[in-house]
């Protein structure tokens, strides 16, 4: 349960009281690079603790991965994080990828076992020359260099989990590796973070477990995903978006409203670190989090 001395709203004004991260994916066209590039724009000023880039099913996007985080690195301020997986690729393939991050300058690499190549739902195959699971990977990363790794993690069980026995021991294998933080899969219910939260640190799990949250750009579209990832879609939630489907403008600010209750109630409860699936979109994300207290810094505060 939640500490009697829990993080309150009212110290959200102070500087640093709350850190954010962001994730953004590889375009796949000029008008995609375009709409990155101006969210990356938008929400820099924010200075996000790292930025991370998802990597497609089997390296589908690794090229385009790599590109958006070179570009990151050497045109940005902030610090981006790879994200990397078991599928796809030797464990030589592999490891070489993680010296060309090592050259570059990157120093954080989020590490998943990733999707089966024929997609989500369908029977995973470990590549026998392959890191077969993402504890072996995270092992790997951090035999090449000393990276800052970030694992998953499930506040409702991953859907290929027998149990929550399973579930946790499965984080425990990534946390003994070398796993430095957990990144959740995104969820609406912040009762179920939280007794996560408590069977985690039960376990005597004690990295950082940082909630991963959506912002609903398309609630049609995160429902059919969310029943393949295994996060449930309350009913108070559907309610919200019922009758939206053709109002946009309405949908957005419902969307913003409903992360915002989350993300305050989060903060109630004394989380304090807070990463966001921006989809590549910084309207409803930038709006979160000032209502966080993240807002870009005063001429004042630069000069000091």
């Excluded at 030797?90 to 490891?95: A, M, N, V």
């Excluded at 939280?194 to 609630?219: M, Q, Y």
Aim: net charge negative; with cysteine; glycine share 6%.
């Amino acid at each position: 349960m939640t500490s009697p001395d829990k993080f309150r709203r009212f110290e959200l004004g102070n500087p640093g009281a709350v850190s954010v991260s962001f994730e953004f994916f590889p375009p796949k066209s000029d008008k995609m690079e375009a709409k990155l590039w101006s969210a990356v724009e938008r929400l820099q000023p924010l200075d996000p603790s790292f930025v991370s880039v998802t990597y497609g099913a089997g390296g589908s996007t690794r090229e385009r991965t790599h590109r958006t985080v070179s570009r990151l690195l050497t045109e940005t301020a902030m610090a981006p994080a790879a994200h990397l997986t078991c599928v796809g690729a030797s464990r030589g393939e592999i490891d070489e990828i993680v010296r060309d991050y090592a050259d570059l300058g990157v120093r954080h690499i989020v590490a998943l076992r990733g999707d089966p190549l024929e997609g989500i739902g369908a029977v995973y195959r470990p590549r026998e020359d392959g890191y077969a699971y993402a504890s072996d990977l995270v092992e790997g990363i951090r035999r090449v260099a000393d990276f800052e790794v970030s694992v998953s993690a499930y506040p409702e069980r991953h859907p290929e989990s027998a149990d929550w026995s399973a579930e946790i021991d499965n984080l425990k294998r990534k946390v003994d590796a070398g796993a430095t933080r957990a990144i959740t899969q995104y969820f609406f219910d912040n009762d179920l973070f939280e007794t996560f939260l408590d069977k985690v640190r039960a376990a005597g799990i004690s990295i950082p477990i940082v909630p991963g949250i959506l912002p609903i750009t398309n609630f049609e579209q995160t429902m059919v995903f969310s029943a393949k990832c295994g996060t449930s879609i309350p009913h108070w939630l559907a309610r919200r978006f019922a009758g939206l489907e053709q109002d946009s403008e309405t949908r957005k600010l419902v969307a913003s409203a409903v992360a915002c209750e989350q993300v305050l109630d989060l903060v109630d409860r004394g989380i304090t670190d807070f990463h966001f699936y921006t989809m590549n979109r910084a309207d409803l994300t930038f709006a979160i989090c000032h209502m966080l207290g993240v807002r870009p810094a005063t001429s004042e505060q630069q000069a000091a």
